[in-house]
């Protein structure tokens, strides 16, 4: 099992990002995958859920209060990955972000949003 995270970078307020978690091992589509967020100093955090991406039976998301709206997760099973399209960035998104399914992490990617 191996997740492999893409996408961070550096932009200003109100920007907009799109992170992808590449699986490899098993297939997306029936298990849950998660998105959290490490910012220095602070706790890791759930930021966004997804179970069963792309299945026939239904797929049900999760996010933190503080990106509804904001933030919308994704999976392409054709690809066996899951996407967190991020808009209207702030401050307070700055975080290392990670990917973590069948309790194993990717190795992370920064997201930093910074005027």
């Known amino acids: 099992v191996q997740l492999v995270e893409s996408g961070g970078g550096l932009l200003q307020p109100g920007g907009s990002l799109r992170l992808s978690c590449a699986a490899s091992g098993f297939t997306i589509s029936t298990f849950s995958m998660r998105w959290y967020r490490q910012a220095p100093g602070k706790e890791r955090e759930l930021v966004s859920g997804?179970?069963?991406?792309?299945?026939?039976?239904?797929?049900?998301?999760v996010y933190v209060d503080s990106v509804k709206g904001r933030f919308t997760i994704s999976g392409d099973i054709s690809k066996n990955t899951v996407d967190l399209q991020m808009n209207n960035l702030k401050h307070e998104d700055t975080a290392v972000y990670y990917c973590s399914a069948l309790t194993r992490w990717g190795q992370g990617t920064q997201v930093t949003v910074s005027s």
């Open positions: 997804i179970d069963n991406p792309g299945s026939r039976a239904g797929e049900k998301v």
